[in-house]
T-cell receptor
Framework: GNSVTQMEGPVTLSEEAFLTINCTYTATGYPSLFWYVQYPGEGLQLLLKATKADDKGSNKGFEATYRKETTSFHLEKGSVQVSDSAVYFCALSDQRGAGGTSYGKLTFGQGTILTVHP | DGGITQSPKYLFRKEGQNVTLSCEQNLNHDAMYWYRQDPGQGLRLIYYSQIVNDFQKGDIAEGYSVSREKKESFPLTVTSAQKNPTAFYLC?????????????FGPGTRLTVT
């Protein structure tokens, strides 16, 4: 079955530091890949996505590149801010099933807590 | 504005009582989902629905029930059979045609059962 593995946290950084959160996946076929962010006490927000190999998703200074050869989708940001403190989830979409049935289910990683200090 | 609403944000119940969590979306999405999140853990899928009047069990459906009478609504009932109901519950929705199937989430309901 599908699975997503994220680097274990928590990750603690100083403001303006470089961020990398590793994400690797196992899936059949060619899933779409996502990063979600969850601020304390809130739901998940889609941060960025990539739908095919070598695609780069980007948003709010965050980037991630779909690497099929290494089955990875690492999240990066060049200079983090205190406001980036949150939990980050990597996820992949389910595959289109037999007969063209689409499921739409997502498989999530366990989440990585990021804390940024001033 | 289009989006997903969940109510209430906080819910308190006594052990042995059933409780229903509301989820409404005006995104015209076909699919809706319920997840459970425990402290420090990821999301676990409870139930999902791809079409009105149809739904499927997720990974942890025991002790929960759902209905999908309208496209916009997907309420979740936490029954007294659920052994550890205290958790943060998230509802989501997505399109089904064409992908890439990103899900949009509501703000969540924090349920505390004592």
């Amino acid at each position: 079955g599908n699975s997503v593995t994220q680097m274990e946290g928590p990750v603690t950084l100083s403001e303006e530091a470089f961020l990398t959160i590793n994400c690797t996946y196992t899936a059949t076929g060619y899933p779409s890949l996502f990063w979600y962010v969850q601020y304390p006490g809130e739901g998940l927000q889609l941060l960025l996505k990539a739908t095919k190999a070598d695609d780069k998703g980007s948003n709010k200074g965050f980037e991630a590149t779909y690497r099929k050869e290494t089955t990875s989708f690492h999240l990066e940001k060049g200079s983090v801010q205190v406001s980036d403190s949150a939990v980050y989830f990597c996820a992949l979409s389910d595959q289109r099933g037999a007969g063209g049935t689409s499921y739409g289910k997502l498989t999530f990683g366990q989440g990585t807590i990021l804390t940024v200090h001033p | 504005d289009g989006g997903i609403t969940q109510s209430p944000k906080y819910l308190f119940r006594k052990e042995g009582q059933n409780v229903t969590l509301s989820c409404e979306q005006n995104l015209n999405h076909d699919a809706m989902y319920w997840y459970r999140q425990d402290p420090g853990q990821g999301l676990r899928l409870i139930y999902y629905s791809q079409i009105v009047n149809d739904f499927q069990k997720g990974d942890i459906a025991e002790g929960y029930s759902v209905s999908r009478e309208k496209k916009e609504s997907f309420p979740l009932t936490v029954t007294s059979a659920q052994k550890n109901p205290t958790a943060f519950y998230l509802c989501a929705s997505s399109v089904l045609a064409g992908g890439p199937y990103e899900q949009y989430f509501g703000p969540g309901t924090r349920l505390t059962v004592t």
